[in-house]
């Protein structure tokens, strides 16, 4: 039986994946670096990484400097997935995480996934975590090239019979709060090491640390 929602103001939760409820920021950096040093450009810090990572992707890999005449922007993609691919299962489930999804659950509040990741390598991680009964829906890419979510987010909502005020989406990026903007629900987010705590506050979003700051709204 769902319990009382305490005056959580909500009745649909949009999770982001990537960051907000998986780990993976550092894998992200450590894969990057690797292809960075393989052609002897720039290393990525963790601090560059958080300043210089954004959607599309393509802009991320220009500023960091490849040259797309010898490297095309489709290849370096296929490149950092399956090195990222092959290890994403070393990150865990951001603290709280598990904790989050099933309070909101007892709530009798509806939950969703919205991500950049393609739709395969979203459903296999989420089932590999043993997360899926908690979300309604789970919509990623139709490929691994992340050039944003907005079109994704605007299908669903069309499907959803919720009035989309009554929504909160929860993500770790600036794409996250544009994306929020364009399904006109409210949005909070949370840091996680993709975007520094600047570019995050500059939305005008409320920027959490943690995701049982979430019940605080």
């Not at 103001?9 to 690797?34: F, Q, R, S």
């Not at 992707?57 to 490297?71: C, N």
């Not at 969703?112 to 919509?139: K, N, P, W």
Request: glycine share 8%; aromatic share 10%; charged share 25%.
């Amino acid at each position: 039986m769902a319990m009382e929602s305490n005056g959580f103001p909500y009745k649909h939760v949009i999770w982001d994946w990537n960051g907000t409820l998986l780990d993976d920021a550092w894998l992200c950096v450590e894969t990057m670096g690797g292809m960075l040093e393989s052609r002897g450009l720039s290393p990525v810090t963790p601090e560059r990484y958080e300043s210089l990572f954004g959607f599309p992707v393509i802009d991320y890999y220009r500023a960091l400097g490849f040259d797309f005449a010898v490297d095309p922007f489709e290849s370096l993609s296929d490149t950092f997935i399956d090195g990222y691919r092959a290890r994403t299962t070393e990150c865990p489930l951001r603290d709280g995480s598990r904790e989050a999804l099933e309070k909101i659950a007892r709530m009798g509040i509806g939950q969703s996934i919205l991500s950049a990741m393609e739709q395969c390598q979203l459903d296999s991680l989420i089932a590999h975590y043993g997360l899926r009964d908690y979300f309604t829906t789970v919509d990623g890419l139709n490929d691994h090239h992340a050039h944003g979510k907005t079109a994704v987010g605007e299908r669903w909502l069309a499907a959803q019979s919720i009035d989309p005020a009554a929504m909160i989406y929860i993500g770790d990026t600036v794409h996250d709060h544009e994306v929020a903007a364009a399904l006109g629900v409210d949005c909070v987010l949370i840091y996680s090491a993709h975007h520094s705590r600047e570019r995050l506050a500059a939305t005008g979003r409320r920027v959490i640390d943690t995701l049982d700051q979430v019940f605080d709204l």
